[in-house]
């Protein structure tokens, strides 16, 4: 079992910037890939950024490339989640989670390839 903590949301201004973390425990997830979702009122839960269990690769949504960073730092079991340039929009519940089994970054744009989440944390930009 894996448990996954999310912290560092707030409000924010829009054009500031925000620090994710992710802390997992249960056991190590160096292994495995590690994503960032977010969900805002009424929507359905969207990517945001996933990174390979060694940090090596990362893949972002559009909406958040150039202005958003993932990161993980395995000797702490954390995954991080630099966001800049905040806008409106980026207002959400941001959730983190751990893939199910090792594949391609590309498959972990969805929620379904994840085996574990965090309870998540509130984001919100104000203009």
């Known amino acids: 079992q894996v448990q996954l903590v999310e912290s560092g949301g707030g409000l924010v201004q829009a054009g500031g910037s925000l620090r994710l973390s992710c802390a997992a425990s249960?056991?190590?997830?160096?292994?495995?890939?590690m994503g960032w979702f977010r969900q805002a009122p009424g929507k359905e839960r969207e990517f945001v950024a996933v990174i390979s269990w060694s940090g090596g690769s990362t893949y972002y949504a559009n909406s958040v490339k150039g202005r958003f960073t993932i990161s993980r730092d395995n000797a702490k079991n954390t995954v991080y989640l630099q966001m800049n340039s905040l806008k409106p929009e980026d207002t959400a519940v941001y959730y983190c989670?751990?893939?199910?089994?090792?594949?391609?970054?590309?498959?972990?744009?969805?929620?379904?390839?994840?085996?574990?989440w965090g309870q998540g944390t509130q984001v919100t930009v104000s203009s």
């Open positions: 249960g056991r190590t997830v160096s292994s495995y890939a």
């Open positions: 989670a751990c893939a199910a089994k090792p594949g391609y970054l590309s498959a972990y744009v969805t929620p379904e390839n994840y085996a574990y």
